[in-house]
Every structure is written in structure tokens, then in C-alpha cells.
């Protein structure tokens, strides 16, 4: 952690400060004049070294404004201790007072390098401080490098993990021609990697055939899958008593007839209750968990095939765009396998009607 000085921030604010060139030569006048006057107050005391109050302002003058300030209490200083402090230069026969001239040069010589210390520390000071900002920019950006550096990385792992689940989806739907099967076993590998539970939908007979409001197909309830095998007799129950009916508002029957995906991340009670039926399917979906919502159409060669319906539980985190992508590749893949497998089947019943 780096740390701005020792000094009291007060006393660091008071040096460090930019201030005017008059405004900085007007503090040493007042700090020379605050010296004279506790001096001249406490001169019974301090006699014959009235200097140690001059000392301090010629200090605080050089640390506050430089070393012209410091300049400044110094001249002020002696030509007070001349006029004021200390006996004549000269004495009675006219000879120099040679006592007199030892201890002004003393405070003379003293003063100036009182003035040049001040000044270098506050010089001094002055650049630390800047060298220290200096340190917390270069520090705030290495720790936003790192964020962004570890943010990199999760996108990396996810999108290594989105890669490595499509592949084993893909390896899944090759494996065989049936389909049904297939989709149900592709459904338990779905949770929990896009997931808590997964329903999945197939247009039974000829499919998407086009009617007055879009495309319709009798939809058959293929496979509903739940992560916590605890909740799969509650999933077996909403695929029994609530399969898709044609005055659903949203749902399958609904991104069937559009083709576009229904995206929810953020499922609110409103929702909730216009999606569902009654009070026990609302209880149903909870108990299930449903806090993301997203219903993928299962679509090849421009028909419709069904639809991928997935659901995040009330502790995942909600769906963003890159599940619905990810969704949405998946459904094409099974939508593949699906045309794959009927071309297939109708290709064996033609030759075997032949």
C-alpha cells in the first residue's frame, strides 16, 4: 500500500499547496511578524538569544513558499535583531563591536541555511508527492490490467467449456439415427452446463406446416431433465399435467409459431404468472427453480422442428447473450440430427415401398 508521508496531512497541505508568488511573500511577512512579537513579548526571557522565534518563522516561511519567502524572513529577521535585539555594531570610541557582529553573522549564516533547508524539503516533498501519485496511477492501472487480464481468462474458460460441451452434443447426436432417444439423452447433458432443467419439444408428424397465424405442428413432449435428480418427479409432473397449449401467451407454441427465441434473464412475478396457468403450476415452477428463462426454436431447412426450452434455478446466475448463443447453436445441432434422422427414415420407407 503506498502511503502518502509521515507528515500530519494538515501540516503536508500547508507545504505542498501552489500558492501565488505575493501570497507566499505575504505569509512571510506575517510569520516574521508573528516572531517579532512573541519576541519583543518574551525579550526580559530570551535575552541575549532572541533568535530562536526568527529561526522558526524563517523555517515555515521556506517550507511553506520556497526559498525567496525564506529569503524574505530572513532579511526581515536581522534587520529587527539589529534594531531591536542586539547591542550597537559600533561601540562608544567608534571600534566594532565585535560581539555584536559574531552573533548576527551567526544568525545571518544560520538563517540562510535554515531558508535553503526549508526550501529543499519542500522541494523534496513536493516531488515525492508526485512520484507517489505517480505510483497509484501506475498501481490502479496494473490492477485494472489484472481485472481485465482475469476477466479474459473466465471468458476464455467459458468459451473453452462452451466449445468442449457443443462438441460432446455433436459426438451425442451422431451417435444414432434415433432421434428421440438421442434428444432425451442430449437434454440430461444440457443440465447443468446451460441449465438447471431442460424441456425439449418435438413437432410430431410433418412439421411446421403453415397455417393462418404462422407456422403450426402438434407438439409431443419429448424429454424434461432437472439437475437435482430430487426434483425430476416434480419435472415428470410439469411435463404430464402442463404440456404446451395453443392459447399459451409465451412458451414453446409461441417460438414455434415465430421462430424467434424467447429470452427472460430476469424472470419477475408478473412474468411468472402470465407464463403459468394456475396457482399450482406457478408452485410447480418455483419448486423447480426458475429465476432465467430461455426457449430456443429447433429450426432446419426453414421449417420448425420443436423447441429447447432451458431454466436457471433462484442461486444460478441469470442467463446473459452468450447462453442464448450458445442455446440457440445447440438447437441447430439437434435441429441437424432431427432432419438428418427423418430424411433418413423416409428414405428407407420409399425403398421399401418400391
Given at each position: 500500500m503506498i502511503r502518502r508521508?509521515?507528515?500530519?496531512?494538515?501540516?503536508?497541505?500547508?507545504?505542498?499547496?501552489?500558492?501565488?508568488?505575493?501570497?507566499?511573500?505575504g505569509l512571510a511577512l506575517l510569520l516574521f511578524s508573528a516572531a517579532f512579537a512573541v519576541t519583543f513579548l518574551l525579550r526580559p526571557w530570551i535575552v541575549p538569544s532572541p533568535f530562536p522565534f526568527f529561526f522558526a518563522a524563517t523555517m515555515l516561511a521556506a517550507c511553506t513558499g520556497g526559498l525567496g519567502p525564506g529569503l524574505t524572513s530572513t532579511a526581515l529577521g536581522s534587520a529587527a535583531l539589529l534594531r531591536f535585539f542586539l547591542p550597537s555594531m559600533l561601540l562608544g570610541d567608534g571600534a566594532l563591536n565585535v560581539?555584536?557582529?559574531?552573533?548576527?553573522?551567526?544568525?545571518?549564516?544560520?538563517?540562510?541555511?535554515?531558508?535553503a533547508l526549508g526550501a529543499a524539503l519542500r522541494s523534496a516533498l513536493t516531488s515525492a508527492e508526485a512520484n507517489i501519485e505517480e505510483l497509484r496511477r501506475l498501481e490502479a492501472e496494473r490492477a485494472g490490467l489484472l481485472v481485465r487480464e482475469q476477466a479474459a481468462r473466465a471468458d476464455a474458460e467459458a468459451a473453452r467449456s462452451r466449445f468442449a460441451f457443443l462438441a460432446e452434443a455433436s459426438t451425442l447426436l451422431d451417435t444414432s439415427l434415433d432421434y428421440p432417444t438421442t434428444l432425451?439423452?442430449?437434454?440430461?447433458?444440457?443440465?447443468?452446463?446451460?441449465?438447471?432443467?431442460?424441456?425439449?419439444?418435438?413437432?410430431a408428424g410433418e412439421p411446421a406446416s403453415e397455417g393462418a397465424d404462422g407456422p403450426k405442428c402438434a407438439l409431443f413432449r419429448l424429454a424434461v431433465a432437472h439437475a437435482d435428480p430430487e426434483q425430476q418427479?416434480?419435472?415428470?409432473?410439469?411435463?404430464?399435467?402442463?404440456?404446451?397449449?395453443?392459447?399459451?401467451?409465451?412458451?414453446?407454441?409461441?417460438?414455434?409459431?415465430?421462430?424467434?427465441?424467447?429470452?427472460?434473464?430476469?424472470?419477475?412475478?408478473?412474468?411468472?404468472?402470465?407464463?403459468?396457468?394456475?396457482?399450482?403450476?406457478?408452485s410447480l415452477l418455483r419448486a423447480l427453480g426458475c429465476r432465467s428463462y430461455m426457449c430456443v426454436p429447433i429450426a432446419a431447412r426453414g421449417r420448425i422442428l420443436g423447441a429447447i426450452t432451458f431454466v436457471r434455478g433462484d442461486v444460478a446466475r441469470a442467463y446473459d447473450s452468450s447462453d442464448l448463443a450458445l442455446a440457440e447453436d445447440l438447437a441447430h445441432r439437434a435441429a441437424m440430427a432431427i432432419d438428418t434422422?427423418?430424411?433418413?427414415?423416409?428414405?428407407?420407407?420409399?425403398?421399401h415401398g418400391e
Open positions: 508521508s509521515a507528515l500530519p496531512p494538515a501540516l503536508l497541505s500547508l507545504v505542498l499547496r501552489e500558492r501565488s508568488v505575493a501570497f507566499r511573500h560581539s555584536t557582529l559574531v552573533r548576527f553573522g551567526s544568525f545571518f549564516t544560520v538563517s540562510l541555511l535554515i531558508s432425451a439423452s442430449m437434454a440430461c447433458l444440457a443440465v447443468p452446463h446451460i441449465g438447471d432443467w431442460c424441456i425439449i419439444d418435438t413437432c418427479p416434480a419435472a415428470h409432473q410439469l411435463k404430464l399435467r402442463y404440456p404446451p397449449l395453443p392459447e399459451d401467451v409465451y412458451g414453446v407454441l409461441h417460438v414455434v409459431r415465430t421462430g424467434q427465441s424467447e429470452f427472460v434473464p430476469d424472470v419477475s412475478e408478473s412474468w411468472l404468472a402470465t407464463f403459468s396457468r394456475d396457482a399450482e403450476h406457478v434422422a427423418r430424411l433418413y427414415h423416409q428414405a428407407r420407407a420409399s425403398s
